[in-house]
């Protein structure tokens, strides 16, 4: 009941960014900077609901200290992705994100590759939801815009699920607007059960309004376009500040 009330009243469409790939930039150089939590901050001033972030099993990009700071230090929602492992799960109950986004995870992909498989994967995923329910911890589930998928999701026991948008994404015209229906269709069914339907990968500044058009979709998470965009809105300045320094102390010397 209080759930559906909550989806009935919040006809907003909240924003998580996933800064991933600013930890990526950093362990290009083991660095201390680009500071994550300096990052959420202006992600958060900006207006974003949630800091997304995903702490993978290689750690190649967030680190576990990353995800303890980002707990403490923004003021929004933590949205903390994670492959349905003991491991992760240990990590999610102690450090208790608002939400955990549990994802499939393959050693060798560049990035997530697909859904969750929530059929063959179902006693593994409905004991990790379990686990972090009873923490209080909102779970969603990351699957393919699939109705055979989505009908399994309440047996599982979680409440929300994030649809894939990739296939969307990479694809072009006509397909495009396939892709599109499917996950018009799998927004609209996944509704009418109850589960609150958010959405991401692959979104970018082109794709993203038809997505955003879906009046049932509650969240997109959305990373690596952001942290691209974010280089083109801010080398010219970055730039500029590094030249001023080097002419100040020519002019120091003078
Ligand atoms: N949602 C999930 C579950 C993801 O795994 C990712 C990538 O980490 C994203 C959203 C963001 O995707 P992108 O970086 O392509 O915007």
């Not at 994550?36 to 995903?54: D, S, W």
């Amino acid at each position: 009941m209080q759930k559906t009330q909550r989806m009935q009243k919040n006809n907003t469409l909240e924003l998580g960014v996933n800064i991933d790939h600013i930890a990526t930039l950093r362990q290009a150089r083991g660095t201390s900077y680009p500071d994550l939590l300096e990052a959420a901050f202006l992600v958060e001033k900006a207006g974003a609901q949630a800091i997304t972030i995903h702490l993978r099993e290689d750690r190649r990009h967030i680190q576990d200290a990353d995800v303890y700071a980002i707990r403490k230090q923004i003021r929004g929602r933590m949205n903390l992705e994670l492959a349905v492992t003991d491991e992760m799960v240990n990590i999610a109950c102690d450090v208790l994100p608002d939400d955990a986004c549990i994802v499939p995870e393959k050693r060798e992909e560049l990035t997530t590759e697909g859904g969750l498989d929530v059929i063959g994967q179902f006693q593994r995923i409905q004991k990790a939801t379990a686990r972090l329910s009873e923490k209080n911890i909102r779970v969603s589930l990351f699957i393919e815009p699939n109705i055979e998928h989505i009908k399994r999701v309440p047996d599982i026991g979680a409440q929300i699920i994030e649809l894939h948008t990739g296939s969307y994404a990479n694809a072009q015209g006509d397909e495009q607007q396939r892709q599109l229906e499917i996950i018009q269709q799998a927004t609209a069914y996944a509704h009418t059960q109850g589960i609150q339907v958010n959405a991401g990968h692959g979104l970018d500044y082109e794709n993203t309004t038809a997505i955003a058009s879906i009046a049932e979709i509650r969240e997109l998470n959305i990373g690596h376009s952001i942290v691209s965009r974010a280089i083109f809105v801010g080398i010219e300045n970055a730039t500029r500040q590094m030249l001023e320094i080097m002419h100040k102390s020519r002019s120091s010397q003078a």
